[in-house]
């Protein structure tokens, strides 16, 4: 038997380096397909929401219970479905997107209805960075399900990072695995009736899906169960799961720490200062 090469025996020093970069590639495609994507339905946005999207947005707002006063970050805030009400509550609002369509409407509509506390940026959320420290919540509705896994669990260990002591998370996003629970189970069999019943046009979307589920590309839902062990290993506490209504989920975090003492860090977030 002749003899192994050397270079199949050697683990390759760049495999590492490799792997990163072509996620980074992937993710970065991801980011410029949403901005593309979410940009062109600027003017539409509410056509192609989902009919149960007020049942989400009020579940969001709910469980927010933002304080007058509260420095706010919206993520994935779209035009602002989640960052006008809660500045009409008195929260100082930053809303943040990857599609500067969505961000220009949401400024118009601040505009429009006077609410000079409330700020837009365009970033992808994965790319964010604030100040340690200076949020008292962090607030998202179906945007998440969109970033890679990988980035999911860095954004909210980031999340937990730019909280204050006793500082809140509450996300809402379509939440359910590859069918290893019930709900799971559930959710896919409702979803796959529902597109049987359009017809061939539905037909397509199963096809189209179910090859975009298994390859995790466009759309990377997780179960709630992940949603929560993600919260455990960045260190967040009093941690809350619900159902709201079909696929859409509700997760609470805390950041450890008391709530009562406002760090100045937290007063003075802006748009100006990233």
């Known amino acids: 038997m002749a003899p192994q090469k050397e270079s199949d025996e050697r683990p ?48 969001v707002i709910k469980a927010a219970a ?9 993520l994935g805030c779209g035009d602002g479905q989640l ?9 100082q609002v930053l809303g943040v997107d990857v599609s500067p369509g969505m961000t220009s409407a949401l400024q118009s509509n601040a ?19 604030l100040p340690t420290a200076s949020a008292d919540l962090i ?29 809140r998370l509450v996300i809402a996003d379509m939440m359910f695995g590859r069918g290893g629970s019930a709900r799971d189970r559930e959710i896919i069999r409702q979803k796959l009736a529902d597109l ?5 046009g539905g037909w397509w979307r199963i096809v189209k899906n179910v090859m975009r589920y298994q390859l995790r590309v466009q759309e990377c839902p997780i179960s709630m169960e992940a949603w929560i062990q993600l919260m455990h290993k960045a260190g967040f506490t009093s941690i809350t799961a619900s ?4 696929e859409a989920g509700l997760i609470t975090a805390q950041r450890p720490g008391s709530a009562n003492v406002r760090d100045h860090a937290a007063s003075s977030i802006s748009a100006g200062t990233l």
């Open 139 to 167: 607030v998202s509705s179906y945007a998440l399900h969109h970033l890679r896994d990988a980035d999911k669990g860095a954004l909210v260990k980031a999340a937990a990072r730019w909280l204050r002591p006793g500082g």
């Open 12 to 59: 390759r020093p760049d495999a590492a380096r490799h792997a990163n970069g072509l996620a980074g590639r992937a993710s970065r495609r991801a980011t410029r397909r949403q901005r593309r994507v979410w940009t062109g339905r600027v003017a539409t946005w509410h056509q192609h929401g989902s009919v149960n999207l007020a049942k989400v947005t009020a579940a």
């Open 196 to 200: 049987v019943r359009q017809g061939p």
């Open 83 to 91: 960052s006008i009400p809660l500045t009409k509550q008195g929260a």
């Open 66 to 74: 933002v304080r007058p006063g509260d420095v706010v970050v919206d």
């Open 243 to 246: 159902a709201i209504v079909a």
């Open 111 to 129: 505009h429009r209805l006077g609410l000079d506390k409330l700020e837009a940026i365009t970033v992808p959320v994965e790319e964010l960075d």
